[in-house]
């Protein structure tokens, strides 16, 4: 099944596990050598109902997709093993 980003970016990300809303995937990881999608990059809902951003992501491996659907990835994960400081982008 091929997606696009721009499909995969509108799509809200739930957790299976525990029925909980992660967000809305940001980025991908990808393995540049073989050319495929390693894990979805989901940031961690802000402070303040959202208002304030957090400095944490959302890193869920592709094998922990359970389904792709029309407008929500359903995913099976433990948060608190996932979760990582967001890196901090370099300009060139």
Do not use: Q
């Not at 491996?61 to 890196?87: S, T």
Request: glycine fraction near 8%; charge should be positive; proline fraction near 5%.
């Amino acid at each position: 099944m091929y997606e696009r980003f721009s499909t995969l970016s509108c799509k809200e990300v739930i957790n299976v596990t525990d029925g909980n809303r992660l967000g809305y995937v940001s980025d991908l990881e990808l393995d540049l050598d073989c050319g495929r999608i390693v894990a979805l990059l989901v940031p961690k809902p802000g402070r303040l109902c959202g208002l304030m951003a957090s400095h944490e992501v959302y890193v869920i491996p592709w094998a922990c997709i359970r389904r792709i659907g029309g407008d929500l990835i359903l995913v099976d994960v433990k948060p608190d093993e996932i979760c990582r400081p967001r890196e901090k982008r370099k300009l060139l």
